[in-house]
């Protein structure tokens, strides 16, 4: 479900850090806060940010497995991680040149609808479905 947006998003490891890191803070402040408002203490409910900071933290979690240059890496077996990026850094960049061609259809479809007396009806709608005709991708070195 998520996999693409898990793929490579670095802003996303951002906003967890800073998600699970302010809900770490709002724990800590909860436990050690002594005041009572209207007669309940913030460490009656420190652990709702604590809750939130664990999910947030197993969520985080499954991000840095899912990470593909954690996938990259852990390819390498006999040879170490330094030597694998030098071999990299030697390799000649490839340029690709990706070209998609498409265009839009006007499509109908019934749908189905209740009128003012409840009778069921139906009614076209258009709509434009985008079709590719041609998707190519070549490398030049």
Not at 1 to 30: G, H, Q, R, Y
Not at 96 to 113: D, M, N, S, V
């Amino acid at each position: 479900m998520f996999d693409k947006w898990m793929e490579e998003c670095p802003c996303c490891s951002v906003f967890l850090n800073i998600l699970s890191f302010s809900c770490f803070i709002v724990t800590m402040w909860a436990l050690g806060d002594k005041t009572e408002r209207d007669g309940l203490a913030p460490r009656d409910i420190a652990a709702l940010p604590a809750v939130l900071f664990l999910l947030l933290y197993a969520f985080y979690l499954v991000e840095c497995y899912r990470s593909t240059t954690r996938r990259c890496l852990s390819v390498v077996k006999n040879e170490s991680a330094m030597t694998f990026i030098d071999s990299i850094r030697k390799q000649k960049p490839v340029i690709l040149f990706k070209a998609t061609g498409w265009h839009y259809e006007k499509k109908q479809r019934p749908i189905p609808y209740r009128d003012a007396r409840g009778k069921l009806r139906e009614r076209i709608e258009s709509y434009q479905e985008r079709v590719v005709t041609f998707d190519e991708t070549e490398a030049f070195r």
